[in-house]
Antibody, heavy 120, light 110 residues
């Protein structure tokens, strides 16, 4: 079955760029009705959809983050990535990657999450 | 900015029934929002429970059910068990590619 795993630095300095990668195993990132998404959860708070990407490269970005956000896909490695620039303490969160089945509007597979702290 | 509202908390007795709701700060929820529901325990990733308003995800017990009640989406737990004690989040599709998570409900079973 399809599994997702986030990876990347757990500590990022303020004003720098947060970078995470999600590796998809047990299935191909290409094709199908699946988009590949990033969702975050600040400590003690709720979930927020950051954005998502189709294997072809088409993207949706949360308008509140759009100016700082880049989501990309590498089909040869079966991975997709998140870059969030000019981070502040407010970007400290658990970052989840998730498969979005658009035909059913459901985030149906989740990675375990990656804790990212923004601190000097 | 659309806000998807949920009750902050609910308490239910073991074996009891509880209905959580998911509404909009402005407007009504309908099946076209394709509500989905997720369960999250501390330190864990969310688990998908319900999608397309009332379809249970694979492996989800039938004590969980989804519906539209009035102008809100609803998740009902019938015959609550101790391990149902979790945070529950809804998601609504708002059009133009936008998916918005609800504020979350903490359910206590005691």
């Amino acid at each position: 079955q399809v599994q997702l795993q986030e990876s990347g630095p757990g500590l990022v300095k303020p004003s720098q760029t947060l970078s995470l990668t999600c590796t998809v195993s047990g299935g191909s990132i290409s094709g199908g009705d699946y988009y590949w998404s990033w969702i975050r959860q600040p400590p003690g708070k709720g979930l927020e959809c950051i954005g998502y990407i189709y294997y072809s490269g088409s993207t949706y970005y949360n308008p509140s983050l759009k100016s700082r956000l880049t989501i990309s896909v590498d089909t040869s490695k079966n991975q997709f990535s998140l870059k969030l620039s000019s981070v502040t303490a407010a970007d400290t969160a658990v970052y989840y990657c998730s498969r979005l089945t658009v035909a059913k509007d459901v985030f149906d597979i989740w990675g375990p999450g990656a804790v990212v702290t923004v601190s000097s | 900015q659309t806000v998807v509202t949920q009750e902050p908390s609910f308490s239910v007795s073991p074996g009891g029934t509880v209905t959580l709701t998911c509404g909009l700060s402005s407007g009504s929820v309908s099946s076209t929002n394709n509500p989905s529901w997720y369960q999250q325990t501390p330190g864990q990733a969310p688990r998908t429970l319900i999608y397309s308003t009332n379809t249970r995800s694979s492996g989800v017990p039938d004590r969980f059910s989804g519906s539209i009640l009035g102008n809100k989406a609803a998740l009902t737990i019938t015959g609550a068990q101790a391990d149902d004690e979790s945070d529950y989040y809804c998601v609504l599709y708002m059009g133009s590619g936008s998916y918005v998570f609800g504020t979350g409900t903490k359910v206590t079973v005691l």
